[in-house]
């Protein structure tokens, strides 16, 4: 690939400019959708980009007693490990920019460099409500991470790669959501509580701890986050429907099944109650954990029978 | 580091209060250890500006005092100033003052359904339990001519009439009411997730609950058959009864459920009430100046006992006029049964007791020997900026 080729794919498209613009696509979506399902009339279509274009705008303000250089530092490294992610994932219904063997592995702690910097974030600054804030971001993604990496893997080892693009061409014939359905429910469940998404808000429970981790952000840092945030919804999206709901090959392919894919997510959110943090981590450990992996164990026996 | 207390404020500006209070939880991780509460940001001096104004316009003033229940702090005004001046409202009156009291009891239990499924994050229950709402609140403006302050009341009767049109608006409304509100009760007692957040949460024993001395919906859901509606019959309570509405499980759970069902006693109230009104005047004459005397009225409120101490001394001015709103004693329990709970359980507790700030603040000042009574105002106003510090 030339380096101009690479630049583009870098900056323009599909990384960059347009995948920010498609994140905030994605997030007015589900905003719209979540409120319609409650009976609202829900925001306009340009809400997001109005928001994030007038936290842009705004001064950033450093309170004191933190580490101005991470404070300012970590929701630049969040967005860009975002976006950085969506190299090596189809989106759009295109071929990864880029892929090389075991690409898989790297999107998924790519993806996890966002709540990572968030729960940083929040232990940085001194406001009471971050650190709390942090202490559960950071104690979620420790709940969720490993079903949601198994759940990720089982696609991956019925394909026989750890190559995104190998596994969703293998996908493409195989609706591993069939074969696999329990390993499609702990991924999508698992995306949620990725994304924070009720009933997995606790670490941003506006009830109890203000704004969570990104309390004492404001300006570009939130505006950065809250971007970085919508391209983890597409990424995310884009690696579930890829692994299990028959690959993404064409664009028209990519938007029906992430929209509907969204659309579940969006009910799931209206109808849940949002669980207490020792609830969740009980989910995912008592549930999710197990769940994953007897799938994977019934798939390694399945390999080695098979083969 | 370790023997330092983590303390979480909330309040007096927090997402989950409406209203200013500022409550300090000592937290341990995520389990809270020790719970305190301050009150006091929203003081109006209600009180005192209901002793300077005659009865017409005090009863004008005290319906302020809450923005919810403001028909029961009318309605306890002008019972106590009427017994005070020896007359009675007419019948129809007092049917009208009940249906609109009940009416009222229906929008602030909704309103509070809404509130609590926010706290626990639960939006899509507050979006809905806000939009049925909407019904009752038209059905309020039907009658009163307001959305809020309702003002049906005036010393000596009521300003509103209900004709056969509003009649059967009202009807229709409590059927679409009564419809919703079995959906809400099915979700409060169903719901798998709801419940793990109100199950078990916050639970007050009976006992507790009577050392506390909780009123309202807070005590009937802890066991403790308490209610004035009841106890102490008012309007015509005593010929149209409500039922007792008791859970013995004192959890939030139990505090949702009481509410919903408290909703249907509501709605056959009025029910028989629209349909037995009774023919007559809506307003008797009651004298201007009231002969020195003192009288005690109490209400049931939507969230419990109300209770009014007014003092006549002769003028068309209340010597003295004394507010209990049921958040008082309710707000005790929150701090007790904040502890042991975790941190995310905390808004729910809270408005578990339906608290209702700027009803309850009041200054007081506990006078020791040897210490002067009368402040001047620039003592006041040092007092007032030590306190908010």
Redesign the interface.
């Known amino acids: 690939m030339s380096t101009i080729t690479a630049l583009i794919a870098l900056l323009f498209f599909p990384g960059g400019l347009v995948i920010l613009l498609a994140g905030m696509a994605y997030e007015w979506a589900d905003r719209k959708l979540v409120a319609r399902f409650q009976n609202r009339i829900g925001p306009r279509w340009f809400q997001p980009l109005a928001d994030n274009l007038k936290l842009l705008a705004k001064e950033e303000v450093i309170p004191q007693g933190v580490h101005r250089g991470l404070f300012v530092a970590l929701p630049v490294i969040a967005l860009s490990g975002a976006l950085t992610a969506v190299l090596y994932v189809p989106v759009f219904g295109l071929a990864p920019s880029f892929s090389f063997a075991g690409d898989l592995i790297v999107t998924i702690y790519l993806l996890s460099l966002l709540t990572m910097c968030t729960g940083l974030a929040g232990a940085n600054t001194l406001n009471r409500f971050s650190l709390v804030g942090a202490t559960r971001t950071l104690t979620q993604m420790f709940s969720y991470e490993a079903p949601f990496l198994l759940a990720l893997l089982g696609p991956a080892l019925a394909a026989g790669s750890w190559q995104i693009s190998e596994i969703a061409a293998y996908a493409e014939d195989h609706w591993l959501v069939l074969a696999q359905p329990i390993g499609f429910i702990v991924a999508l469940i698992g995306l949620m509580g990725k994304l924070e998404l009720p009933p997995f808000d606790a670490p941003e429970a506006e009830t109890e701890i203000v704004a969570g981790p990104l309390t004492e952000y404001s300006g570009r840092g939130l505006a950065l986050f809250h971007l970085g945030k919508g391209v983890e919804l597409i990424v995310g999206l884009t690696l579930v429907s890829a692994l299990y709901l028959g690959g993404v090959a064409n664009p028209i392919a990519f938007f029906v099944k992430t929209l509907l894919l969204l659309v579940v997510l969006a009910g799931l959110q209206s109808l849940l109650a949002r669980l207490r943090i020792d609830q969740t981590v009980g989910l995912w450990w008592r549930y999710g954990a197990i769940l994953g992996l007897v799938q994977f164990l019934v798939l390694i026996a399945w390999e080695g029978l098979v083969a | 580091m370790a023997t330092e207390k983590?303390?979480?404020?909330i309040g007096p500006q927090?997402?989950?209060l409406k209203e200013p209070g500022h409550f300090e939880f000592d937290?341990d991780?995520?389990v809270v250890t020790a719970a305190s509460v301050r009150l006091g940001y929203v003081h109006r001096g209600i009180e005192k500006g209901a002793e300077t104004r005659n009865f017409v316009q005090a009863e004008y003033l005290v319906e302020r005092i809450c923005g919810i229940c403001s028909h029961v702090h009318a309605t306890a005004f002008c019972l106590g100033v009427e017994k005070l001046a020896g007359v009675e409202a007419p019948p129809r009156a007092q049917a009208i003052r009940q249906i609109v009291a009940e009416l009222e009891r229906i929008h602030s239990h909704m309103l509070w359904i809404g509130v609590a499924?926010?706290?626990?994050?639960?939006?899509?229950?507050f979006?809905?339990s806000w939009?049925d709402r909407e019904t009752v609140m038209n059905l309020l403006e039907g009658i009163t001519g307001n959305r809020v302050n309702y003002s049906a009341n005036v010393l000596g009767g009521v300003k509103c009439d209900i004709g056969p049109e509003q009649i059967d608006a009202i009807l229709a409304g409590l059927e679409f009411l009564e419809e919703r509100t079995r959906h809400y009760l099915d979700v409060v007692s169903n719901?798998a997730?709801?419940l793990?957040?109100t199950r078990g949460i916050g639970v007050m024993t009976r006992d507790e609950a009577e050392r506390l001395g909780v009123v309202g919906p807070t005590a009937r859901a802890s066991g403790v058959p308490r209610d004035i509606r009841i106890d102490a019959p008012y309007l015509l309570y005593k010929e149209f009864p409500v039922e007792l509405i008791v859970e013995e499980a004192g959890d939030l759970e139990a505090r949702f459920k009481v509410r919903v069902r408290e909703l249907f006693e509501s709605y056959r109230v009025i029910r028989a009430l629209l349909a037995n009104l009774p023919e007559g005047d809506l307003t008797t004459r009651i004298p201007r100046r009231i002969k020195p005397a003192e009288t005690i009225s109490r209400i049931e409120a939507p969230r419990g006992e109300l209770f009014y101490f007014i003092k006549s001394n002769g003028t068309d001015m209340a010597e003295r006029v004394k507010v209990r709103t049921p958040t008082l004693p309710n707000m005790a329990s929150v701090v007790v049964t904040a502890v042991g709970h975790?941190?995310?359980?905390?808004?729910m507790i809270l408005a578990g007791i339906d608290p209702c700030f700027s009803c309850n603040d009041r200054m007081t000042v506990v006078r020791r020997n040897g210490e002067r009574q009368s402040w001047t105002w620039e003592q006041l106003r040092q007092y007032g900026i030590e306190w908010y510090r």
Do not use: N, W
């Open positions: 983590f303390i979480i404020p927090h997402p989950a937290v991780g995520e499924a926010h706290e626990a994050g639960f939006d899509t229950l979006m809905y939009r719901d997730l709801f793990r957040r975790q941190l995310a359980d905390m808004p």
